[in-house]
């Protein structure tokens, strides 16, 4: 697939020809749902993830990110699924699926994001409907739900 000069593709394993800059993941439930961040201001249902910050490892990174966007913790077993190349940085954003472990009392005073727990299909169709002609998080969904299924994490 390909948006302009940046590209995302499947992956196994994570790239090691660039440097890695970004990380995102669309935890899984118990049950089988996934939980994305809603982003208030930008009024978008988005993976849950950022930059990785200075010496952060990616671990730190997306557990960072999933306390600072949902106030949840994370299953350490990451499976990376997909990742995006940003030719303009010359680095990549890796996707990956895990399973949520538990969501802890949270404000989200300081963070502009919330979340929205669905199937993959409901994901889609919010997504559709709120970002007319952006394709990009569908098609990151399409390959993740491939990869949770191949896991035989959905139920």
């Not at 993976?47 to 600072?68: C, F, H, K, P, V």
């Not at 990151?140 to 035989?152: G, H, N, T, V, Y």
Request: glycine share 6%; charged share 30%.
């Amino acid at each position: 697939m390909k948006w302009g000069t940046d590209y995302v593709k499947y992956i196994i394993d994570l790239p090691e020809d660039k440097r890695i800059a970004g990380v995102h993941c669309i935890p899984i439930t118990e049950n089988g749902t996934i939980v994305m961040a809603w982003d208030k201001e930008e009024k978008l249902l988005t993976t849950i993830g950022g930059r990785i910050e200075e010496n952060e490892s990616i671990d730190e990174a997306l557990e960072r990110e999933a306390m600072e966007e949902v106030g949840m913790i994370l299953n350490s077993k990451r499976i990376p699924f997909a990742s995006w190349y940003w030719q303009a940085s010359d680095t990549y954003t890796v996707w990956f699926l895990v399973k949520a472990v538990k969501f802890l009392p949270y404000t989200f005073d300081f963070e502009k994001s919330g979340y929205v727990i669905s199937n993959f299909e409901t994901a889609k169709q919010i997504i559709s409907k709120v970002e007319l002609g952006n394709e990009s998080r569908i098609q990151i969904l399409d390959i993740a739900k491939e990869r949770a299924i191949e896991l035989d994490w959905l139920r």
